[in-house]
């Protein structure tokens, strides 16, 4: 059972690129989707802080802007027709992304330069 378990989470954070998120959400199971989603986050954060160090100043910006595309994406799936347990699944991942999007929003307001910021700093991070 932990083999199976630990396969699908690998599988979900590996293919998380192939499609569009809203579509590799419908791919696997809750758990595995909403820690692969957790995962990406992190990376992608820790990417757009590269970026800025590498001189591109709007690159939290346009990640937030990325972050709000994903969550009205979501959003629009939500009033369609889904079953049960993926709809529980999409509402749970939006709650979360929309405290990503917050402590996106955060680390723009203060101005954070860098990875080490405590804002960012003190979320707990998947890897």
Not at 104 to 117: D, M, P, R
Request: hydrophobic residues 35%; proline residues 2%.
């Amino acid at each position: 059972m932990k083999k199976s378990v630990r396969h699908r989470f690998s599988q979900a954070v590996t293919t998380y690129e192939e499609k569009p998120r809203e579509l590799w959400i419908l791919d696997y199971e809750a758990q595995p989707t909403l820690c692969g989603t957790q995962i990406w986050w992190t990376s992608e954060v820790n990417m757009a802080f590269a970026r800025l160090e590498e001189g591109f100043e709007n690159a939290l910006k346009d990640y937030q802007k990325k972050q709000i595309s994903q969550l009205n994406n979501l959003i629009t799936i939500l009033r369609g027709e889904l079953k049960e347990n993926e709809r529980q699944k999409i509402m749970t991942i939006c709650t979360i992304d929309v405290h990503a999007r917050d402590v996106v929003g955060k680390l723009i307001s203060i101005k954070a330069e860098n990875s080490y910021n405590f804002v960012w700093q003190s979320q707990l991070k998947h890897r």
